[in-house]
């Protein structure tokens, strides 16, 4: 039995279910569109085991039965309103009910994809930056500051050729500095960000799927493809390989932070070389399904019903792991 974890509003979630559903695997969904309204939750330790139940009006499901999990948490705005609660708690009880759901995942002995622990890199890009070089990848010149001056010398010194984009797991538009960002530099005083050197070439996104890569190629004018139409550009997807290197690269870091799925944004310039920009752990790998055809959801689900690897605390590859792997 598989469990997915998250509200049909969600593309992914969706293409998760319907791939279920097409492949004829048996699957229950935590709709956290509606939780935890409308289902319970119970369970306990029992040594390294848990124990427990989530109950539906029209289904219960034995913890043990789970062999797999996947996982996509809701914010506020994706979530049905409260009925029985007072205005003002919402946040407070979004956020105490995901804490238990993300405790019970932590513990259960199955593959998941996500487990909590192994998406905090994504909280800090700087951190996620040294995760990224020790895996052997490149990565492009980077300054993160609140210094206006040290902008304006690191701009200078890529030619004026600078993105820039948040520090957190927050996702935000990646744009060039231009001219009138430059005359908003003062504002930087308040909270950092993050600069990096523009590297002209091709994006390619790596969704990673325990020891497997699916890389997607994306030819686009926009400095953010993701956001090709607003830019006055358009994006163009087709399915591409790697060389081994990158790869076994791509599958390393991943399987360094923990991660089951991941998508790896790199950039292949001109010149062969490749870049790493970052890693989500909670890739909406629908968007590239759709383009290319290449069966994300369906390897996904091959590795739902693998058996779990030993892991260490924190959601790190255990001792065993990393040596059956190097």
Not at 114 to 128: E, I
Not at 143 to 156: C, K, M, R, S
Not at 196 to 218: S, W, Y
Not at 274 to 302: D, K, R, W
Request: negative net charge; charged residues 20%; glycine residues 8%.
């Amino acid at each position: 039995m598989i469990l997915v974890c998250g509200g049909l509003a969600d593309i992914v979630t969706e293409l998760v279910c319907s791939r279920l559903e097409a492949m004829r695997l048996p699957y229950r969904l935590l709709d956290l569109g509606r939780y935890p309204e409308g289902f319970e939750l119970a369970w306990t330790w029992n040594g390294d085991e848990v124990e427990g139940f989530i109950r539906s009006a029209d289904w219960t499901l034995d913890l043990a039965a789970v062999r797999g999990v996947f996982v996509r948490y809701l914010g506020l705005d994706g979530h049905a309103p409260f009925q029985c609660l007072p205005a003002g708690h919402e946040n407070a009880a979004l956020a105490e009910s995901q804490s238990a759901l993300m405790a019970l995942l932590e513990t259960i002995r199955c593959p998941v994809a996500n487990r909590a622990s192994a998406s905090m890199s994504n909280c800090s890009k700087p951190y996620q930056a040294l995760l990224v070089r020790r895996s052997g990848l490149l990565t492009p010149p980077t300054l993160v500051t609140n210094d206006p001056d040290a902008v304006l010398e690191f701009y200078e010194a890529c030619g004026r050729q600078v993105i820039f984009k948040s520090l957190s797991g927050v996702r935000s538009t990646v744009r060039c500095l231009d001219e009138h960002d430059l005359a908003r530099l003062p504002l930087l005083r308040h909270g950092p960000a993050q600069f990096q050197k523009f590297l002209p070439g091709d994006n390619i996104r790596v969704h990673t799927v325990g020891p497997l890569a699916v890389a997607t190629r994306i030819r686009s004018g926009a400095v953010d493809y993701r956001y090709a139409s607003r830019q006055g550009s358009s994006a163009d997807l087709e399915p591409t390989e790697l060389p081994d290197a990158v790869r076994e690269s791509c599958v390393r870091l991943a399987r360094s932070m923990g991660l089951l799925l991941s998508g790896i944004d790199l950039k292949e310039t001109p010149e062969g070389e490749y870049y790493c920009f970052e890693v989500n752990p909670s890739p909406g790998f629908a968007y590239y399904e759709q383009h290319t055809g290449q069966p994300i959801s369906a390897v996904l689900i091959e590795q739902l019903l693998a058996p779990d690897p030993p892991r260490s605390e924190g959601g790190e590859p255990s001792a065993e792991q990393r040596i059956a792997t190097a």
